[in-house]
């Protein structure tokens, strides 16, 4: 019998070159891709923050996606877990 995959959920910051690169295209493409949910947005100190849920293999095929991403370079992350969200559907760029 399959079991279902258990869901995560993450808060990701991303710094590096992550600005005016196509990264929040890229994120929501992977993650439609590799079937995650959440939201990514730029933040005002050039970095740009993500909560994504899904698999712990869905989250690290878009993380990888990411980083194969032209012009997009990651210097580092920073990762916190969260409680998933019930429900949601699909990945979106968010605004300020």
Do not use: C
């Amino acid at each position: 019998m399959l079991t279902k995959r258990k869901k995560v959920r993450k808060y990701i910051r991303f710094y590096g070159q992550v600005q005016a690169v196509g990264f929040r295209w890229r994120a929501m493409q992977a993650a439609q891709l590799y079937g995650a949910t959440g939201w990514v947005r730029n933040e005002y100190d050039d970095s740009v923050s993500m909560e994504i849920q899904g698999t712990e293999r869905q989250i690290d095929d878009v993380i990888a996606a990411l980083d194969r991403g032209a012009y997009i370079v990651i210097e580092h992350m920073e990762v916190k877990q969260l409680e998933p969200v019930e429900d949601e559907n699909g990945f979106r760029v968010k605004y300020h």
